[in-house]
């Protein structure tokens, strides 16, 4: 369930031969969204207002929620494959992030600093749901995702490909900020994104080349996941 004008906008135009049903308020059966999908082929069905936010649970459904395939998820052979293409790849790591809002949030964030794809570990981990499509903002339609069994294994076969790995960490690490100036960092990272009330696993942590810690001059000890991955994304992202 793909719900909102945004989220279902991404998916028409990036993904159309998953949806197969675009339901929509009465009043909302005249907008530009509506005649693209019919223009794809998209079956289109009204539906009162009430069905509409029935279906889309976790939010607001602006009068529209498609029905479709979820986003395919990819091999990590594959998405290391796209990372060897970019001498600037950005990789984003996500060990244990459970809440759907915050997974989201990361991927808009990916996608929206350059990342080439995001992987994360099958267990302990949010699927792909409506609530992360959502958050996402679309980000979920155009980011490459991959789901690993093993997320130990898995950064170990990054490095092997000849990425590095960044972690972060509330405390202990380097400071961004000298970890951010040109020439410090090699050009090709794998940034690793710990749960929510954990933080990066010792076997994870294990496979760190370095370990990242954003600077504070307050007293909260950390930021949330999805409000770090911003920050260290921001300040890591590829030169333009």
């Given at each position: ?147 690993v069994g093993n997320f130990a294994r898995a950064l170990r076969d990054c490095k092997d490909a000849g990425l590095w ?62 409000a770090a991955a911003a920050v260290v994304l921001a300040a890591l992202r590829a030169p333009s």
């Open positions: 369930m793909v719900a909102g004008e945004r989220a279902v906008a991404e998916l028409l135009a990036f993904a159309p031969a998953r949806v197969r049903r675009l339901l929509v308020a009465p009043t909302r059966v005249e907008h530009e969204l509506v005649a693209r999908a019919r223009a794809l082929g998209i079956a289109v069905e009204r539906a009162e207002p009430a069905t509409l936010q029935r279906l889309a649970a976790d939010g607001p459904a602006k009068g529209m929620v498609a029905l479709a395939e979820p986003p395919p998820l990819l091999e990590l052979d594959v998405l290391l494959q796209r990372a060897a293409a970019d001498p600037w790849a950005r990789l984003v790591a996500l060990d244990g992030v459970v809440d759907p809002h915050n997974k989201g949030a990361i991927l808009r964030s990916a996608e929206f600093f350059g990342a080439v794809g995001a992987l994360w570990p099958r267990d302990r981990s949010a699927p792909v749901t409506p609530a992360v499509v959502r958050a996402s903002a679309g980000a979920s339609e155009r980011l490459p995702l991959c789901e790995i960044v972690g972060t960490v509330a405390d202990g690490g380097q400071p961004l900020a000298e970890l951010a100036r040109p020439g410090v960092l090699p050009q090709q990272l794998v940034v690793v994104l710990g749960s929510e009330h954990e933080g990066i696993r010792r076997l994870s942590r294990e496979h760190c080349d370095f370990l990242v810690t954003i600077e504070r001059r307050g007293g909260i000890a950390s930021l949330n996941v999805s």
